[in-house]
């Protein structure tokens, strides 16, 4: 990055400079004018400090923002709109969740109501009714994570908002045998599908970690297609379609850099962990 100003600064990707980077000002980005990757949410909450619960005025912001500059579409249009690299075309977004914590239900879905976006959960299925407790947090809150109930999926998918699949238990993946895997997701599976009575043909892995026997292991358990979360280089396809993170401390330019058309290359490049390093 060159600063060249401090309301302008040059990418330098590979040597070269790339157009100017602008800051996030209100009218600057008009709609349809840059590329949207799939984004990924987990907790909207103010009383947790984590990483993963985003501000919920933050997000409100965050929601008025994309609709004033993408159309919002659900998750089996925004697969189908993918190009090589997981990147959605100009001008388009759609919203994902995972873990399927409860104020998804009471915080995350009034918003985007309001700003008529599209979303998704991805839920951990063993969780549903406070069955499974979430044991897979880094650095849980004082009070108890609660968890969406099979009403309220049922409830959310009449809004409009797709239901996936975030495994049974939440364990990673990669750690599991070839077998067991295969088991923990079409159980996840089969019980969303039971709750919601239609196909639950995406899924999301659990810390978006996976492996090539995941993979192999998510499509013989019935997905379509699975979602990652990568931090570093890894092949995309249908089932490891890349997703960007948002977090609690991403700022208004940082929200709109992830939005942009180079960050998801840049983010997943041997260039930027070798720098981040």
């Known amino acids: 990055m060159l600063q060249l100003h401090s309301n302008i600064t040059l990418c330098v990707v590979g ?9 996030p000002y209100k009218g600057f980005v008009q709609k349809g004018g840059f590329l949207v990757a799939v984004l990924c949410y987990h907790s909207v909450c103010d009383a947790w400090s984590s990483p993963l619960a985003m ?10 923002w994309l609709a004033k500059r993408t159309d919002t579409v659900d998750l089996a249009r ?23 914590f409860a104020d998804n239900f009471d915080t995350a879905l009034p918003a985007i109501k309001r700003s008529g976006l599209a979303a998704s959960i991805f839920v951990v299925a063993a969780t549903l009714d406070r069955g499974h407790q979430v044991d897979w947090v880094d650095d849980p809150p004082t009070f108890t994570l609660e968890t969406l109930t099979r ?6 998918d009449a809004e409009g908002i797709d239901i996936g699949s975030h495994s049974l238990f939440h364990k990673d993946l990669t750690t599991l045998t070839y077998e067991e ?28 970690l996976w492996n090539e026997t995941v993979a192999k292991a998510a499509q013989a358990a019935g997905y379509s297609g699975a979602f990652s ?3 570093g280089p890894e ?9 960007i993170g948002i977090w ?6 940082e929200f709109w850099l992830k939005n942009t058309r180079s960050y998801q290359s840049v983010r997943t490049s041997r260039l930027y962990q070798l720098v981040g390093r």
């Open 15 to 23: 040597g070269f400079i790339s157009r100017p980077i602008m800051p």
């Open 55 to 64: 501000n919920s005025a933050t997000f409100s912001q965050q929601c008025t």
């Open 78 to 100: 925004a697969v189908d709109l993918m190009d090589r690299r997981g990147r959605l075309p100009r001008g388009v977004s759609t919203l994902t969740f995972d873990d399927g």
């Open 151 to 156: 009403d309220q999926i049922q409830s959310m």
């Open 181 to 208: 895997c295969v088991e923990d997701l079409t159980t996840s599976r089969l019980i969303l599908e039971e709750i919601l009575s239609k196909p639950v043909p995406y899924l999301a892995y659990p810390r978006g």
């Open 229 to 231: 979360l990568p931090v």
């Open 235 to 243: 092949p995309v396809g249908a089932f490891s379609m890349p997703r």
């Open 248 to 253: 609690r401390d991403n700022g208004p330019r």
